[in-house]
């Protein structure tokens, strides 16, 4: 089997070692690898076969091309080429397929041939697979996850060692779990991809991730940190899609979970997706997210499926968009603070909203847990409070069970 990497970063240096690892089970021909900058691997075993030139990898004869550049371009147009000439691809890029996977998925099919991505969702766990052939005799009604290891980190940080959010942030990008820019990862939008990636293949309707409710965690403080830990609980931006008649429900969000739930035991990079069948019931999957070896080792996974000629269905992902509800519709519980409260007039209202609520903190800022119907009836107060001019800032943050 002959092929051909773009990229080659931590991921890529990791399937290569990979690769080199197992000559003795699968006979893998690297055909070349291309870069942006060659001078930087002038070292490397690979010199006479790495490239800046996209045209010296498909002036080769390979049967799979690996990308692993990461981003939407020229990433999508290599995709789309390599698949319409009649070559396997394998790809790690949830933010490409998130965004472009119904035409990729088509192309594929169009020129038979595969397009495999387990290691665009969970790093090193098999969470894919499992989804598309294991389970599917099963009608996928729910899923909850971590998704991203660079917020775990941060949150575990922020709980375990009081320290706050800019300061472990800065410490994460030192440490390389976040980037220069970190948007991506601390306001949801990397969870929010690897969700509707899940959820596309678990629903078998295309699920848009900019659909889903989302929020990150750059707005959290020790304060709800202290919150969580008067309440026994800690605090994870979770990933959460549940199948109803017409539509999904679904966010990703900084969450309240109880300290005896599964989502606490994760912390720093390790990841988690717990699927809900009806015929299986629950399914834990959970391991590290990220990293050279683990997302190295779905990569490798992929390239030895199509090695072997192993089919998945990926159909889902050429379905109509489903609608995606953003608000939580049964009961639910919420920790709202309210700074600068007129008290009484607070507890007031929400005594003539709720039938069951709890006073966390009654000092500087007035914090409250409700028990309620809905989230609808949990905004519907924070509207009213607003609106009557009860507090200068009013915040909430959902815990689910």
Not at 119 to 137: D, F, M, N
Request: hydrophobic share 35%; proline share 2%.
């Amino acid at each position: 089997m002959k092929i051909a990497i773009l990229g080659y970063g931590t991921v890529g240096k990791g399937l290569v070692e990979i690769i080199e690892g197992n000559k003795n089970k699968r006979n893998i021909q690297i055909e070349g690898i291309l870069v942006r900058n060659k001078e930087k691997y002038k070292s490397s075993k690979y010199n006479d076969i790495i490239t800046e030139n996209i045209e010296d990898i498909f002036d080769k004869e390979i049967d799979i091309l690996v990308e692993l550049m990461g981003g939407l371009h020229p990433s999508y147009e290599y995709i789309k080429r390599a698949l319409k000439n009649n070559i396997n691809v394998v790809t790690a890029n949830k933010d490409m397929l998130a965004e472009y996977g119904d035409k990729l998925v088509k192309i594929a099919k169009e020129n038979n041939v595969s397009l495999r991505f387990e290691a665009s969702v969970g790093g090193g766990i098999p969470v894919l697979k499992p989804l598309t052939e294991s389970l599917e005799g099963n009608d996928i009604e729910s899923m909850y996850a971590i998704l991203n290891g660079t917020t775990n980190f941060i949150l575990s940080k922020m709980y375990d060692e009081g320290l706050p959010y800019e300061k472990v942030l800065k410490e994460a990008q030192e440490l390389g779990f976040a980037e220069a820019n970190p948007e991506a990862d601390v306001e949801g939008y990397d969870a929010a991809r690897k969700l509707s990636i899940l959820s596309t293949l678990a629903y078998h309707r295309r699920v848009y991730w900019k659909d889903f409710y989302l929020e990150g965690i750059s707005n959290l403080d020790m304060k709800d940190m202290d919150y969580a830990k008067k309440l026994g609980c800690k605090i994870k931006l979770v990933g959460q899609s549940k199948k109803n008649k017409e539509n999904v429900t679904g966010f990703v969000r900084p969450v309240l979970v109880d300290n005896n739930s599964l989502l606490s035991k994760i912390d720093n990079e390790y990841n988690i997706v717990v699927l809900n069948g009806n015929s299986v019931g629950e399914l834990s999957f959970v391991g590290k997210g990220a990293g050279k070896e683990p997302t190295g080792s779905a990569v490798y996974a992929d390239l030895i499926d199509i090695f072997d000629k192993r089919i998945s269905n990926i159909d889902s992902f050429m379905q109509e968009k489903i609608e995606v509800e953003k608000t939580i519709s049964n009961n639910c519980q919420a920790l709202l603070r309210f700074k600068s409260p007129q008290k009484e007039e607070i507890i007031k209202l929400i005594k003539a909203c709720v039938d069951e609520f709890e006073i966390v903190e009654d000092n500087d800022e007035l914090v409250i847990m409700v028990y309620a119907n809905s989230e609808y009836e949990i905004n519907n107060i924070l509207c009213l409070i607003r609106d009557k001019g009860y507090c200068k800032e009013s915040r909430k943050l959902l815990k689910i069970s």
